[in-house]
């Protein structure tokens, strides 16, 4: 964010927390590109933001939460995995950690690894402590194939429509998050912080493909 960025409201943020609560969806800001949000512990919600985007429901859904604290409820972390987010989160970066089995299939695609994300950036973290203890979906907010966005002005009409409220953060970075598995020493997908990521791996893991 910059100076100059629009900072939503306290009475914008509980719109945005209550709308989580009602399985509703919401756009936010993040520090690489707008989010696309609803309560990742719903399965009703999360299915709503697969119709939204029209997104394959094989392809995972990562969520996000404000702290480890609320990382804890729905993960599994491992002594690793608290020794990798202590070092790049809050920061650009999905962590991916074992789910809690409470997590609904239709979030993790069946699977038993979640992705972990803690935004270093107000508005996000914000919205996130509002709507805590429940977590949030951390999904690009923009139709699957085209491109993300940056500013809420680019939003597709289908994306803006369906969500009961619109953080406006200003402009985004618009840089992808590294997408790494630490437990298993992998880095799915190469972005902010890609080399950090891929050194600290040398170091603390026996992989780093």
Not at 126 to 153: D, E
Request: include cysteine; charge should be negative.
């Amino acid at each position: 964010m910059t100076a100059d960025s629009p900072t939503p409201t306290a009475d914008q943020l509980a719109a945005a927390a209550a709308a989580i609560a009602d399985d509703e969806l919401v756009v936010y800001p993040t520090e690489t590109v707008y989010g696309l949000g609803a309560d990742a512990s719903s399965a009703a919600a999360v299915e709503r933001v697969f119709a939204c985007k029209g997104r394959s429901r094989d392809k995972p859904l990562s969520l996000g939460v404000p702290d480890v604290e609320t990382a804890r409820r729905y993960t599994r972390l491992t002594a690793l995995d608290e020794r990798f987010i202590e070092a790049f989160l809050p920061g650009p970066v999905t962590v991916v950690v074992e789910a809690d089995p409470a997590l609904p299939d239709e979030l993790t695609a069946g699977r038993d690894r979640v992705g972990l994300r803690i935004p270093d950036h107000e508005v996000a973290l914000a919205f996130y402590r509002a709507a805590k203890p429940l977590p949030v979906t951390a999904t690009s907010a923009n139709v699957s194939g085209s491109g993300s966005v940056r500013r809420v002005a680019d939003l597709a009409s289908d994306i803006r429509d369906a969500c009961a409220v619109v953080l406006d953060g200003g402009e985004t970075l618009g840089s992808e998050s590294t997408v790494v598995d630490p437990g298993r020493g992998v880095v799915h997908r190469r972005g902010a912080h890609a080399d950090a990521v891929t050194a600290w791996l040398a170091e603390h893991t026996d992989a780093t493909t």
